[in-house]
């Protein structure tokens, strides 16, 4: 999640980026075109299937070193971690009803010593049967622009995910989060740069961010070189000082264009600790508008979706709170009618109350 949505300006980093990206999109289509590239066992039909949460070091996931789940410690071996790691998802199951986690990961993580540990929280979540979505964070200060911050260590970091986890089909794989250096088109370009690279990963364990903050998929899904992948979409009431029920309704739905089918909303979120009643309209609150307007489309559209953030300590928008032992954490609901909102847009539970 990013709160400064920045413009599409041509910078000269920019530009070369895209000279760089138009080059490797030369071969990139090519690869892309081949019978291997295009393999996948069925193209996205849906995506109610998908829901979950996002579990977020309380960084917000930007860092220049090991990437730490809240929750968790990079001192841990695999086996602590894996013990931790099996409790929180246990608990996203049992509080919220989810199957779906979203993880960072990060080359500092993956090209390191820590790597053995962290995959004690992806093999977690995969043994107890949850679709696990592994994402790329760029790093803070200056890296943090939207950009890939080393390709020297980007494509070594997929390289070792990829190989570790393409056999896996709980696991998916989204090369990018909110790439919003890039254009619309340079950001394509990597993303079947990426598709090409992994010809072995079935496309449609392939999460393609929208483009910008992933705050729209109409680009990424015209393009015919990322066919067969999920689309991801960010949205945030906060983009918003205020709009109303029907507004946030259509501006979800302008962000998807006709690729409802396609996509999930890996990130939405809003204040879970402020005592914001989520079960009850409130004209006024541009928070419950959103809310209720997003998990309305959500259920409508058959859309599956992440919220952000199910747990991330010392967030007000954390739907979950760590309680117990350190070493056996559980979990507690902040809010039960944002947690209520939730189910609601995965196809369960009752409608807003009148």
């Not at 899904?221 to 979409?233: E, I, M, Q, V």
């Not at 402020?274 to 809310?291: E, K, M, Q, R, S």
């Not at 979950?320 to 507690?332: F, H, I, N, T």
């Amino acid at each position: 999640m990013s709160k400064t949505p920045a413009s599409n300006r041509l910078t000269p980093r920019l530009r070369a980026a895209c000279v760089a990206v138009a080059i490797a999109a030369v071969s990139g289509a090519t690869l892309a075109g081949s019978p291997a590239a295009s393999a996948s066992s069925g193209a996205p039909t849906g995506t109610s299937q998908f829901r979950g949460v996002n579990w977020a070091d309380p960084r917000d996931n930007f860092a220049d070193d090991y990437l730490q789940l809240s929750g968790l410690s990079t001192s841990d071996n695999y086996a602590r971690t894996y013990a931790k790691a099996s409790r929180i998802i246990s608990a996203f199951r049992a509080n919220l009803g989810a199957n779906t986690v979203r993880l960072p990961i990060n080359p500092y993580t993956v090209n390191g010593a820590y790597w053995k540990s962290y995959r004690g929280v992806i093999d977690a979540a995969s043994d107890k049967g949850f679709k696990v979505i592994v994402s790329y964070w760029e790093g803070t200060g200056d890296k943090k622009d939207g950009f890939i911050d080393d390709e020297a260590t980007y494509w070594p970091m997929w390289n070792t995910v990829v190989k570790a986890y393409k056999n896996d089909r709980h696991v998916y794989f989204e090369p990018m989060n909110e790439p919003h250096g890039y254009t619309d088109t340079a950001w394509a370009d990597i993303a079947a740069k990426w598709l090409a690279t992994y010809p072995s990963v079935p496309r449609d364990r392939v999460f393609v961010s929208g483009a910008g903050y992933n705050d729209h998929v109409t680009s990424v899904c015209a393009d015919p070189r990322l066919k067969g992948t999920y689309l991801s979409l960010h949205h945030y009431g906060f983009w918003k000082d205020y709009a109303t029920y029907d507004q946030w309704v259509s501006d979800l739905k302008e962000r998807l264009g006709d690729c409802a089918n396609r996509t999930v909303a890996d990130e939405f979120g809003a204040p879970m600790t402020t005592g914001l009643d989520y079960d009850h309209p409130a004209a006024d609150n541009n928070y419950v508008n959103f809310i209720q307007a997003d998990t309305d489309t959500f259920r409508k559209l058959g859309m599956g979706s992440v919220y952000w953030p199910g747990l991330r300590t010392d967030d007000i928008y954390s739907m979950q709170k760590l309680v117990g032992d350190a070493s056996r954490p559980w979990l507690e609901t902040t809010n039960q009618s944002g947690a209520d909102r939730l189910a609601w847009g995965w196809g369960r539970g009752k409608p807003v109350k009148p």
